[in-house]
Structure formats: structure tokens, C-alpha cells
């Protein structure tokens, strides 16, 4: 082997020792708090690459929170009021979300990118009313307690086999011919429908299977929680999922969420501890608005990154991945 | 036959969402993007009025007046310097959506650390009842319902028969014509920006001594200017009027007969229109 190539294994070595590092960190550590963040760390990866996924389409949910807390009831109520074990509930869970996107996106995808904004956000809320006042079923605003079905450790694997099976769906769905679908559409609607490309099947189509991971993320996380309340359903959870997607990286699909979802969750907690109020959507939103005004246009961090590797390790001028 | 207060807080409630929405329909007819950021504007006003008439002791028409003004400006400076610079051509409207709703939470985290968490009061603005036989109204609502037909006439002369009118009008329907004949796009979306956000900087200095001031009550009258919008087609004047009437009223009566249900039924009738006219009551098909 040539000594030229280990820039080009380098990256290689350096990511697959990251992943094997991520998979042995129970065996150095079962504390509750370490594998915790990790796990809310996992559910928001997951939260935002569904997000992202809609946004391949042009089209930018606000109601993100809708499905995973329908995820979390669906799988909550089966077990608590009908005694169901985990794993039926957790299937049922993504179902139950994947058939509200499709039903609601069929009207909201028709009435065009703006307007499908405000209804994905009338449906979290309608959501969270319901789960408020809807007692005999969710308990109200005390929500349902659920037992965790696994023990913590098992609870990080499931979460990285879950953030694993949905990068590597995305991951096919962006390389395939329905990702390159989402980017004409969502770049040059007009010209994808002359060229006779049903704009709503494939937008809803989108809707749907972000709503489906986003639904068994949000199974997982009520269990992971022990406790299922309403709060699931509030904006600030769907706004985070987009704050996480925006900061790792519009252009990325499957990284960026990534990436945004360790740093905002990181800085999360640190803030958390602060006694401060209301400096995290603060915060946040400074971040997010930084992140769009001097980055150049369609990257976030995950391309900062880039950037700077191909700086260092290759001399060549890099440009930057367009959006989309 | 509902009560005849019912009917009176409806009408001032359609009356906020009114100004929300006509104001946020305004700015999206030039720059073909909807402002998120609207709520916190309208709850930044709201602030506003309160520290000018409790702290500075300025009486409260005029302090109403200095609320749109400071938010006018604030709204001219977010479009200056965030909005057109992520308002790229053909992602825009991602752009612009994300930025706005992050400037969202910018505001309303802020307002919560500068002006504290706490509810304030502003019942002292403008005391008093009007008594009309079988029923009363506070002083409160005659001034924001005297209010909202002040704007929306002083709105309709303005765009139909003044000189910067008939620029925004042109410049809605066809920008690239407009400029041709020497309107400024860029400095006229700012001026729009500005009237946009002073109308809901002034509807939550009108409405602050009704309900409370505090840094999260933006978010409802957000919401349902939004939903005002999207009843009334996205992009006319006239549906944002229309929808912020339905709504109110869907808002403040409805619920005396439904309980909570009325908002799942505000929901499924919101779809049901969108199911018939997906461009909304008073839409157009189809915008640029």
C-alpha cells in the first residue's frame, strides 16, 4: 500500500473507531446518567433526520412533535389501559403515526409548502389539546406511567439499533431514485411536474415515512421516560427537531441530524444547569439564526466540518455541496 | 342564542387575529414569504405599552402609537439585516422559515430573561364599563374594536389611493414589472415589513389591558393569524379580514357550546375547507 493513501483511509479508520467506540461505551459505564444522554441524543437524531427527510421535499414540518408523541400514546395506552406487551404496541406505534401523516398529508401537501407549515403545526397542538382533555384515555395532564421493558443498557443498544436502521433507510432513500425525486421537487417544482412526477404522492410519500420512524422513536422515548404527557406534544419539541436539523446541515440527510442533535443536546444540559430560565430557546435560536446568516447557504456544521477536513488533508480547492 | 358578551369578546378576538393576519398578509404579498416571527412582535408590543405607561407614565393612546413605532422599526431591522439576507432565490422559503422561527424563540426566551416569566397587568389603561341595558362593555373592547376599524380604513386608503399604495400593489403582483418602472422592491419590502409588524405591535398594545402581558402570549394569536391565512387563501387581503372574523368567533362561542371539542372541530373544519378550495376562501390558485 501506497504511504499516499492514508489520507484516504484515515477518515475511513477514524469514523468506523468512532462506531465501535459508541458501541462498547455500556461496557465501560452502566451509569444512568451517561447512557441517558446518549439515548435522548439517539431519539433526537432520529427526530431530526425525519425532519430533514420532509425538507428534502421543500417543505418544512413544524408539527414533528405530533407523531412522536402519538408514537409514545399509542404504545403507552396499549400497555397501560390494554395490558399489551412492548413490542406489538412499539409496532403499532409507528403505524398508528405513518397513517395520521398519510391521512393529514394528503390535504396538507395539496395546499402548498406554506400552508402544509401551519397545518403540520395546528396538528401537534390539536394533538396535545386532545391528549389534555381526552382523560378516560391519556390521563390528562398526568400522563400515563409505563414500566421501562428493558434494562438501561439494553435500552442504549435498542436506541442505536433504531438511530442505525433509520440512517441506513434514509441513507438508500437519498442515494436512490426517490431521493433524487425529493431534491427535484423540492429545487424545481414546476419542471418536476412537467415532466410529469405526481408532486404530492412523492411529498406525502416523504410525510409518511418520516412520520413512521418518528413514531417508533417516540415509542421508545415514552418507555425510555417511564412517563407519557402531554408535553410530548409541545411546539418546543418540534422546534428542536428542526433546530437540529438546520444546525448540522441542511445539504446532509443522514449525518447533519447527527451531528446537530450531539451539539444542541450537549449544550442542553450544560445550559440546564444554569439558573437561568428562559436561556435555552434563547440560545437556540441565536444558534440557528448564526448558522443561517454566516454559513454559506445550504451547509451547517457537518459542512464546517468538511470543510476544514478537506483543508487540512487535501490541498485542492473544495467546493461546497449545494443544497439539495 | 348565545350570550351577547360572548358575541362582544368574539368580535375582539377576531379583531386581534384580524390586524395578525392582515399584517402578515401584507408582508407575504411583497416578499412572497410569511413572517413567523409575527407572534413575538405582537407580545413585544404588548411589553412595550406596558413599561410606557407604568414606568414612563406616557398616557396610553400614545404609548400605543410609540409601540408600533418601536416594533415597526424592530420588524424594518429584521428584514434588513435577516430576512433578505437568507431570502435566496429558489430556497427562500426554507430559509426564511427557519430563520423566522428561530428569531421566534430568540424573542420570546428574551423577553422571558429581560422581562421575567411573571404575568403584568395593565388594568388601570383604560378603566370604566359602558352600560347598554341588559348588558355591559368594558371601555377596554370599545377602544380595540374602535381601533381595528381604524387600521383596517386607514389600511384600505393607504394602498388604494395613495402613491406608496399603488406601489405595493404593483410590486405584489408582478415585482420584476414593478421595478422596471422604478419602484424600489428592496427598500419598499422593508416599508412593508415595518407597516406589518407596527400592526401587531400596536394589536398587542391594544389588547394588553384586556389579558395579561406576558413573554408567551404570542404564540396563540400566531397560530391563529396563521390559520386566519390559510382559511382565507394565502395571499389575500381580503381572506386574512374574512378569516380572522371566523376565527374569533370559532374561538370565543363555539367553545360554549362544544367545550374542547371546538378546537378539534376548529381543526377538522380548517381541512374541510382545505379538502373543497386548497387555495383557500378568497385564494388564488396559483402565485408566482
Redesign the interface.
Known amino acids: 500500500m501506497k504511504l499516499g493513501n492514508y489520507k484516504k483511509l484515515l477518515p475511513k479508520i477514524v469514523v468506523g473507531l468512532v462506531i465501535a467506540l459508541i458501541f462498547i461505551i455500556p461496557v465501560f459505564t452502566t451509569s444512568l446518567v451517561t447512557l441517558s444522554k446518549f439515548i435522548v441524543i439517539g431519539f433526537w437524531a432520529i427526530a431530526a433526520m425525519g425532519f430533514m427527510l420532509i425538507?428534502r421535499t421543500?417543505q418544512?414540518s413544524?408539527g414533528q412533535a405530533a407523531f412522536m408523541g402519538l408514537g409514545g400514546y399509542t404504545s403507552a395506552v396499549l400497555m397501560i389501559k390494554l395490558g399489551w406487551p412492548f413490542w406489538p404496541g412499539f409496532l403499532l406505534a409507528g403505524i398508528v403515526a405513518g397513517v395520521v401523516a398519510l391521512a393529514?398529508g394528503v390535504?396538507?401537501v395539496?395546499?402548498?409548502?406554506?400552508?402544509f407549515?401551519?397545518?403540520t403545526?395546528?396538528?401537534a397542538?390539536?394533538m396535545r389539546?386532545?391528549a389534555?382533555?381526552w382523560e378516560p384515555v391519556t390521563n390528562g395532564i398526568k400522563g400515563l406511567v409505563v414500566t421501562p421493558p428493558f434494562p438501561i443498557y439494553l435500552d442504549y443498544y435498542f436506541i442505536l439499533i433504531l438511530v442505525t436502521i433509520t440512517a441506513l433507510v434514509f441513507w438508500q432513500i437519498d442515494r436512490g431514485r426517490l431521493g433524487s425525486l425529493f431534491r427535484v421537487i423540492?429545487?424545481?417544482p414546476t419542471l418536476a411536474e412537467s415532466e410529469g412526477i405526481p408532486l404530492t404522492k412523492y411529498k406525502v410519500i416523504a410525510f409518511t415515512i418520516a412520520a413512521v420512524f418518528t413514531g417508533f422513536a417516540g415509542s421508545f422515548y415514552a418507555h425510555f421516560l417511564g412517563v407519557m404527557s402531554p408535553y410530548m406534544f409541545g411546539?418546543?419539541q418540534s422546534?428542536q427537531a428542526?433546530?437540529m436539523g438546520?444546525v448540522g446541515g441542511?445539504s446532509s440527510l443522514v449525518a447533519g441530524p447527527i451531528i446537530g442533535s450531539v451539539i444542541l443536546n450537549t449544550l442542553n444540559d450544560l445550559l440546564s444547569r444554569l439558573p437561568?430560565?428562559?436561556?435555552?430557546?434563547?440560545?437556540?435560536?441565536?444558534?440557528?439564526?448564526l448558522v443561517?446568516?454566516f454559513l454559506p447557504?445550504?451547509t451547517g456544521l457537518i459542512d464546517l466540518w468538511r470543510m476544514f477536513w478537506n483543508k487540512v488533508f487535501r490541498e485542492k480547492s473544495v467546493t461546497v455541496a449545494s443544497?439539495? | 342564542m348565545p350570550p351577547v358578551e360572548l358575541i362582544v369578546n368574539g368580535l375582539v378576538q377576531s379583531c386581534i387575529y384580524m390586524t395578525m393576519a392582515f399584517g402578515m398578509v401584507l408582508v407575504f404579498s411583497i416578499l412572497g414569504i410569511l413572517n413567523w416571527t409575527h407572534g413575538q412582535f405582537y407580545m413585544l408590543g404588548a411589553f412595550v405599552v406596558y413599561y410606557a405607561v407604568t414606568a414612563a407614565g406616557i398616557p396610553f393612546p400614545l404609548s400605543i402609537l410609540i409601540a408600533g413605532a418601536v416594533i415597526g422599526g424592530l420588524g424594518m431591522l429584521v428584514e434588513k439585516y435577516v430576512i433578505e439576507r437568507v431570502n435566496v432565490p429558489g430556497l427562500g422559503l426554507l430559509y426564511v422559515t427557519g430563520a423566522t422561527i428561530a428569531l421566534n424563540f430568540f424573542f420570546e426566551g428574551g423577553a422571558g430573561m429581560v422581562f421575567g416569566l411573571d404575568d403584568k397587568g395593565l388594568y388601570s389603561a383604560l378603566p370604566g364599563v359602558l352600560e347598554l341595558g341588559s348588558f355591559n362593555i368594558t371601555y377596554q373592547k370599545i377602544a380595540v374594536i374602535a381601533f381595528t376599524l381604524i387600521v383596517m380604513i386607514t389600511m384600505y386608503v393607504v394602498l388604494n389611493f395613495t402613491k406608496i399604495g399603488l406601489a405595493i400593489r404593483a410590486a405584489a403582483q408582478e415585482p420584476s414589472a414593478a421595478s422596471l418602472y422604478g419602484i424600489k422592491v428592496g427598500r419598499l419590502s422593508i416599508i412593508v415589513m415595518g407597516i406589518g409588524c407596527a400592526l401587531a405591535g400596536m394589536a398587542g398594545a391594544i389588547i394588553a389591558p384586556v389579558y395579561m402581558v406576558n413573554p408567551f402570549i404570542g404564540a396563540l394569536p400566531l397560530m391563529m393569524a396563521l390559520l386566519a391565512i390559510i382559511i382565507g387563501g394565502i395571499g389575500s387581503l381580503t381572506g386574512a379580514i374574512v378569516g380572522g372574523l371566523i376565527l374569533g368567533f370559532f374561538t370565543s362561542i363555539v367553545p360554549y357550546y362544544l367545550g374542547y371539542i371546538s378546537e378539534i372541530a376548529l381543526f377538522v373544519t380548517v381541512i374541510v375547507i382545505l379538502l373543497v378550495r386548497p387555495q383557500g376562501l378568497f385564494g388564488v390558485a396559483i402565485r408566482r
Open positions: 425538507m421543500g418544512i413544524l393529514v390535504v396538507a395539496r395546499a402548498g409548502p406554506i400552508a407549515s401551519i397545518i403545526l395546528a396538528l397542538e390539536i389539546i386532545l389534555v382533555e423540492a429545487v424545481n411546539l418546543w422546534i428542526l433546530m438546520i441542511i437561568i430560565y428562559s436561556i435555552k430557546p434563547t440560545l437556540f435560536g441565536a444558534i440557528v439564526l443561517l446568516l447557504k445550504g443544497p439539495n
